[in-house]
Each structure stands twice: as C-alpha cells, then as structure tokens.
C-alpha cells in the first residue's frame, strides 16, 4: 500500500511538474498573441500611410481586371477608373446649405434629397456612384468638408452589343456573371496580359449587320449566325439575335440575353442530310453511282415521310442531296442503321456539348431509346435538337479533309499545332465538298441564293418546323443554311440561321431557308472573305471546274427543270 | 455580494465562500465584452442576410441567463458529482454526434448541426468539456491487473470521438479534442518519447487532412501564401486592428463588420479591435490568459490527481479556442472556424462554455482537505 501511495505521490509531483511548462507554454502564446495586437495597433500604422502616400504621388491605379480583344488587338472589353461620392455627414458642417451647392453639379438629386443624406446621423454614406470627370472637379472646386472620392474600376465594352453573346459581361463587383468574362473569371480577375479571341470584329459587324436586317424583312422573333475557321476550328464571328448591351446588361430581358448560338438547341432539318450523305459514303453502303427509290412517300405506323420537291422516282446519292429528299435520305439511313448512326454523329460531337469556352452551353436533344423511326427522320435532321455551334463545327470536318476540331473562341497561335480527330475519309470529304457546292451551283439545287460570284460557295439548306409544346408548328420555322468557301479548298464555315421568319411578297410567301437564310450567307461571304484574306476567282476556270466536278448519275436523261 | 455573511449555510452562501471569486470576475467581464461586441457586430450580419436587425442580439442576450444559470448550477455540484455528469452529456453527445452525421442539416458542406425542437444544436460543442472530464477520470483510474487498461479505453474514446468529428467534416474541432487529450495524458505521465510520437502522428493526420480535404488545403494554402487565393477575409481582418489604433473607433463606428461575413462569429476579434482598439483588446486577452492560468494555479494546488487533470483539461480546451480564435484573426493561424469563448455569437458554443467553466469553477473550489487554500 505504501508503494503505491508513493507512487501515486510521484505521479501527482509529474504532472504539477508538466502543468508548470503547460502555464509556460500558454503564457508564451497569450503573450504572443498581445505581441501582435501591438504591433498592428501601433507600429503597422506608419508603414501604411506611408504605402498610401507614395500611391498617390505616382497617381496610378492599377486596373485589375486583364482587357480583352479581338484577333486584330481591337478592344472588346476594358476597365475605367472613375470615382464615386460618399460623404461622412457628421463632418458636414452645414448640410442644407452643401445639399444647396451639391444639386447644381449633380442635377439628377434634388437639395432637399441631399439635404436628407447629409444630415443622417451615419459616418458614411454613398452619394453618387461613378462620376464623369467633370462632376468630379465640378465637386472637388465645392471645397465642401466632409465629402470624399472613392476610385472605383468600372467595366466597359466599347463595342457595345455588337460581341455581347461572346464577351458577356461582369456584375456589380466586377465578377465575370457570363461568357467570356465568366469561363476566363480567374484568369481575367489575376490581371495580366490581354485576353486575345479569335474573333474578328470587321466580320462580326457584317454578319450582325446583314442577320439583323434579313430578321427584320422576315419578321423573324430572332437568328443567329456563325463564321469557323475549317482548318483550326476558330470562331471568326458568332452573333445571336436579338442581342443587349452589355454596358447595360440588367436591363436586357431574357430573350435577349438568350445565346441562340451555342446555348439554344433546334432541330435543324436538312442540314443534317449532309452528315447522312457523309455517314453512307464514309462506311461504304453505297457509293456516288448508288440511289435509292423515292418514288413514293414511307408510311411507318402513324407517320409518312413526304419529299418537300418532289421527284417521285429513284434519285441517284447526289440527287437526294440535291433535292433534298426526305424519302431518299431516309432509306439511306435504314440501309445504314440506327447504330452506325447513332455512333457516327457521336464521333461529330452531335451528342454531347461543344467544348467552346462558353458557360452558355445547350445540351443536345437526342431520342432514347433509338428507335427505327428516329433513324429515318433523324436522316433528315428531325428528332434530334442540336445548337448551332454543332452544326459549324461538324460541318467544317465535312470539308475539310475529315479532321473535327473543338470550336474555339480563343485566338490561336500560329505556332501551336493544328490537332484533329479524323472523322472521315479524305474521298468522302472531297464529295461532301462537290455535293455541296451542286446545291448552289445547280439550277434545282435548294441553294442557289447563297451564291457570292468568285467565292465559290457549298452549302445545304435546312428547314424545320419548330415544336412547339410537344407539336409541330408549320407556321413556326427554323430556317439556316450552313455554307462553306472556297468550295475547291474551303477555308471557312458559315452558318445562319433565322428564328421563326415570315412569307413575304419578294420570297413568294416562302420563309423557307433557300429564301431567308442563303441570301445572307452570300452577303456575309462577298464581304467578309476579301477581309479574311480569300481571293476571289474566277469560277468557271477550268481548275476549279476540275475539282468540283461531279457527275449526277440520275437515270432521268434531262433533268425537268422543276 | 458581500452581503452574505461567511456564517451563510445555505446552498448559495457556501457556494459563494467556496468558488473562485477572481476567475468568476474574469468570466462576467468577458461575458460583458460579449454583449457590447454582440450589439455592435451582428446588425450588419443580420441585415446582410435578410433577418431583422437585432436578431443576433436578441439571441444572444435570450440565451446568455440559460448560460449563466449553467455556470452557476454546475459550479455548485462536487467532484463525484461533476464526473457523473461529464458522463452522462459525453455519452448523449456521443449517440446526438453519431446522428447528426445521419440525420444533420448541411451547411456549407458539412453536417454540423442538428435540429432539435427548433433549435439547432452544434453537439461538438459539449462533446469538448464532457470528454475532457471523462479522459481525466480515466487517465486518473489506477490500472487493476487483469483488466483494460483505463488509459486504453480512453485512447478507444478519444480516436471514436475524432472520427466521428473529421466525418463531419470539421478538423478544427476534432484538433482541439486531440489537442485537449493529448496534454491530459502529457499530465498524466506519458512518457516523453510517445509524447514525440503522438506529436509526430498528429502532424501527419494534419498533412493527410491538408491533401485529402480541400477546404482544409485552401486554408493552409492561404495562410502560406497572402497573395494567392482568398485572403480577402483575413486582410479585411487586419485592416480592422490597424484602424483601431490604441483607443479604437468607438462601439459601432467601424467597418468591418459590413464586409465580413462571419463578424459576429469567426472574426468577432477584429470588429473588438477596430471599435475598442488595441487596449480593451490586450484587456480581452489578458483576462482569457487569466482564466486559464488562474486555473492551472488551482489545479497545481490540488491533491488529487483526476482534479488536476480536469481542470487543465477544461481550461486547455477554453484557453487553445481562445488562441486559435485570435490567432486566426491576427494572421498567426491559418483561418479556422472556432469560436471566442463567450465573445462570439453561437448558442451552442454559449450554453457549452457556461458548462465548461461551470466545471472549472466546481472543481476548483475550497474543500475541507482539498487543497488548494489561499
């Protein structure tokens, strides 16, 4: 028993000794802790007015948020230092009277509403939010105490709704809230070098200009269009209608500042008969002499497949192209399967987003389960809803020798590598290009109005009735046309699409795509490539004939002319 | 006060002659700082969040008698006593912790918080004071041949209690329990070279949180490193000391509070020292130094050795969220939400310090061969 009081005794005498370094140790820490305190409450104060003069003697603010600019350098998005009023009202010896003095330079507040301000019983209050210079010197010649200036960062777009789907805009506390100056926040906030896009605003305008004026003939709700690089997958131009002003952004309203461009999805119709026409040719199905009966329309239980122009006969693969037949590419795609359908516009990117640096970014509709149905009128572009973004970039690997790239809006240094994923064949791409170009070239092609004389331009049209609440409307359309040029080498993708366009007396009542869409693609591309640095030819030497050569193989001796 | 005569007998009279009158002292002051900071912190908070401008403080000030009466009630039971209750909320907040990872409202991505009949109760908060009197009732108990060990039990208990905190997650509170339990058994006789090795392994359970929880990493990163990531909180901080100055801006005149989210909690420190300046806030860390030391100064007088290792404990845990509280706030520590003992705002953190220092002053009293007389 004694051993273990002993023991015992011995254990208590450690811990006292260990509680005595526990105290030191707290001590030490409290102690430190107070050391601080001192240090910021006394000694640190120096330091900071010092800091703050030397600021002022230099002048400058650095503005933080990086700039971005287009592919030329041209300025799309830029800070401006401005000051803003705040008063300490119990430093305002006489409230009435400065309220007086105030309203003459601030014409927007009344005395008596300044007055109120600067009698409130606060050290701080705002009065104005980012002045014009002039109101600030106007001010500061007031001599009246108590009031003080506040720099603040201002964002501001110079070009103004023109980039404003693309650039997007910045909240109150200038945080990126969409486009741009949301996906690259990060990057922007840390300051730095410019951010350079791949647009071209000489581009943008023209497209903007001409999408905005063939909305406004048709009375369409709205459009949006798109020029791609087809070798890199850069976005020169990318405009969706109708747009805002970012400087201005909270007082845009929702459809507005709707991208149509890469976050709205539609069913587009035949446009899509050029991924079928590529997907037939690519695996080896059938080949440019092959065909397929059009004769007469499909009846798949309650539905029938009709042909908008109407052959009523067998079409050769480059008529059903041409036509645009509905019953021909439908066939083409039974012949082919859903699944090697399904797989095909998967390898396009059709089935996913586009990776392009928007946040804005709508997902694809597309039919789960994939029924047989699906395959035939996904043929023809109905039953799947894609966004335009798609549409350009899966194009731009149609023509361009098979490669797909990535839609991007960065600008793309020349030095870094063109990487791209084959998605067909070099000869498929080659007819794909030919088949294109027979749409504008050939009289009984549906795209005759794209045409721009020297630019030599392919394309397809795509007309589709909008659903609308789960039905088809065949008043509501979605009319776009996807161009390409030069044809001989193609350099560029256009895509233009118009939201619900209305029949006028020039179309002969048509809002169809050959109508309203074509036209302003051969606008766009007779303006825009001189700019891009494509030089106009002459279309029918014999070089360029050479490589758009294409024979029809139709079984019709003489094609009717309608 | 002094209107109770010595001669007293009653409950209340003995217990006014038995307490510790110099650490209750430091206690009201403290608990006044709260008010006036509570008043002066949480109407910008409250507006910010859409809740009526006084909300905060009503409260504060609703749940401050329930923590009084908990000082005052707990301080008034004997040692026997003490440690039966310490068991009985360490088990409760024990079953009430396991649910909270069930059943708990998230926040912030975390499960911290339990609703109980409209209250929402942080159980964390009692688990810290009722475990540190359970562990030092065990590493006390003599081991009996033959049986397990007390010190073994307790390391079981103490590793449940850390898991079921860094479940949560929240690291900050499962270090402060480490930290408590970890100088308990220091006291208890730990030899010197485990006392290196729990070290070490506490070290290395930080870097595994450091990689395995990113907020954790943020934090830490931010601390090492100013310029990169969110330092705006901790530089509104120290902006908030250097305006103070030595005399402070006054009660209600400053800034802070208005860009600071967790002002009224987290960062109470700083609207402390921006509107009553460097002075009251070297007062408020004194009076905190005081608290625990005054108390190690009981405890080494005591006889016996479950007293000391309570009271070391108890006050360990209230001195280490002192510091971890200022020490954030001043930039010493990377940010880590922990609240200032009776100084933040948190009803939880408000009835469980009452308890906590109810403890302390319970079993710091004079007793008839207890020690521990002046």
């Known amino acids: 028993m004694v051993a273990q009081d002993d023991e015992r005794q011995a254990t208590l005498e450690r811990a006292r000794t260990r509680l005595l370094i526990g105290g030191a140790v707290f001590t030490a820490c409290f102690l430190a802790v107070g050391l601080r305190l001192a240090d910021l409450g006394l000694l640190r104060q120096e330091q900071d007015v010092r800091a703050l003069q030397s600021r002022e003697v230099v002048g400058q603010i650095k503005t933080q948020r990086a700039d971005i600019v287009d592919r030329q350098g041209e300025l799309l998005a830029t800070n401006l230092v401005t000051a803003s009023l705040f008063a300490n009202p119990r430093r305002v010896p006489d409230p009435a009277a400065a309220a007086l003095k105030l309203a003459s330079v601030l014409p927007e507040f009344s005395a008596a509403e300044l007055t109120a301000k600067l009698s409130a019983d606060r050290a701080f209050v705002w009065l104005k939010r980012n002045l014009t210079p002039r109101q600030q010197f106007e001010i500061n010649r007031l001599g009246i105490p108590g009031l003080d200036f506040e720099r603040e960062e201002q964002r501001v777009y110079p070009h103004g709704a023109l980039t404003a789907h693309v650039v997007g805009f910045t909240g109150i506390d200038n945080e990126g809230l969409v486009g741009i100056e949301k996906s690259f926040d990060a990057t922007l906030a840390g300051g730095g070098e410019a951010l350079q896009l791949s647009l071209d605003l000489r581009v943008q305008y023209i497209l903007r200009k001409e999408l905005s004026e063939q909305i406004e003939r048709f009375s369409a709700i709205g459009g949006g269009g798109l020029v791609i690089d087809a070798d890199t997958g850069e976005i020169v131009a990318m405009v969706s209608l109708p747009d805002f002003d970012p400087n201005s952004a909270n007082e845009a309203d929702d459809d507005a500042r709707f991208n149509r461009i890469s976050l709205g999805v539609y069913e587009l119709g035949s446009v899509f008969k050029i991924f079928n026409h590529a997907m037939a040719l690519d695996s080896g199905i059938t080949s440019m002499k092959g065909g397929y009966d059009a004769s007469k329309p499909i009846r798949v239980a309650r539905f029938t497949i009709n042909d908008f122009h109407g052959e009523n006969r067998w079409l050769s693969v480059p008529e059903i192209f041409m036509y645009s037949s509905n019953v021909g590419s439908a066939k083409m795609a039974l012949h082919a399967g859903g699944e090697m359908q399904r797989d095909f516009l998967s390898d396009l990117g059709f089935l996913e987003r586009t990776s392009v640096e928007l946040p804005e970014q709508g997902k694809p509709i597309y039919p789960a389960p994939w029924r047989e149905i699906s395959t035939m009128t996904i043929s023809y572009g109905h039953g799947i809803a894609v966004s335009p973004m798609h549409l350009a970039s899966a194009t731009a690997a149609m023509v361009n020798g098979g490669l797909l790239h990535s839609p991007t809006l960065i600008k793309r240094s020349p030095s870094d590598p063109v990487l791209g994923k084959r998605v067909i064949s070099r000869d498929t791409s080659d007819s794909m290009r030919r088949l294109m170009r027979l749409v504008v070239e050939n009289e009984n092609g549906t795209g005759g109005n794209a045409a721009a004389p020297g630019y030599v331009v392919g394309g397809k049209t795509g007309t589709a009735e909008k659903q609308v609440d789960g039905r088809y409307k065949t008043k509501a359309l979605v009319s776009s046309f996807v161009g390409v040029f030069p044809s001989q080498a193609p350099r560029y993708v256009v895509v233009v699409m118009l939201d619900e366009p209305k029949g006028i007396k020039e179309s002969y009542g048509y809002a169809t795509a050959g109508w309203t869409a074509a036209p302003v693609v051969s606008r766009v591309i007779s303006q825009a490539a001189p700019l891009l640095g494509v030089a106009p030819v002459d279309e029918d030497a014999p070089e360029i004939q050479r490589a758009l050569a294409l024979s029809l193989y139709s079984r019709v001796r003489t094609v009717a002319a309608n | ?374």
């Not at chain 2, 005569?5 to 009279?13: E, K, M, V």
């Not at chain 2, 907040?93 to 609703?115: D, H, Q």
């Not at chain 2, 397990?148 to 590793?159: F, K, M, S, T």
């Open chain 2, 1 to 374: 006060m002094t209107s109770i005569p010595r001669t007293d007998t009653s409950i209340l009279g003995r217990w006014w002659w038995t307490v510790d009158h110099l650490t209750l002292g430091a206690l009201a002051a403290l608990i006044v700082f709260g008010v006036i900071l509570a008043m002066a912190a949480s109407p910008p908070v409250a507006v910010r969040i859409g809740l009526d401008e006084m909300y905060f403080v009503r409260r504060h000030l609703t749940l401050l008698p329930v923590a009084l009466a908990a000082i005052v009630v707990v301080s008034l039971m004997t040692p026997a006593q003490i440690k039966l209750f310490a068991l009985a909320v360490f088990a409760v907040s024990l079953v009430l912790l396991a649910t909270t990872l069930l059943v708990g409202n998230e926040v912030k991505g975390a499960r911290r918080w339990l609703n109980i009949a409209g209250f929402s109760l942080q159980v964390s908060e009692f688990v810290k004071p009722s475990f540190a009197v359970v562990a030092a009732w065990l590493f006390a108990k003599e081991a009996r041949k033959g049986s397990i060990p007390p010190a073994a039990i307790c390391l079981v208990l103490c590793g449940t209690v850390v898991l079921l905190l860094a479940a949560q997650p929240d690291i900050g509170q499962a270090v402060v329990v480490t930290s408590v339990w970890l100088a308990q058994f220091f006291l208890a006789g730990l030899s010197l070279w485990l006392v290196g090795g729990l070290l070490a392994l506490a070290v290395l359970a930080l870097t595994g949180a450091y990689f395995v929880l990113p907020h954790v990493a943020r934090r830490i990163n931010g601390f090492l490193d100013p310029s990169q990531g969110d330092s705006y909180q901790i530089s509104r901080s120290l902006e908030a000391f250097r305006n103070g100055g030595l005399f402070g801006r006054g009660p209600g005149e400053g800034q802070v509070k208005n860009s600071l989210p967790d002002a009224h909690a987290d960062f109470v420190f700083a609207v402390a020292g921006e509107e009553l300046g460097l002075i009251v806030t070297l007062v408020i860390v004194g009076l905190f130094g005081f608290v625990v030391l005054r108390g190690f100064t009981r405890a080494f007088l005591e006889q016996n050795l479950f007293l000391l290792l309570a009271v070391a404990g108890l006050l360990t845990q209230f001195g280490l969220q002192a510091l971890i509280n200022m020490g954030s706030t001043l930039q010493l520590l990377p940010t880590k939400g922990m609240t200032l003992p009776f100084i933040s705002y948190g009803g939880s953190s408000l009835l469980a310090m009452g308890m906590g220092t109810g403890m302390v002053l319970a079993l710091t009293r004079r007793r008839p061969g207890g020690g521990g007389h002046a």
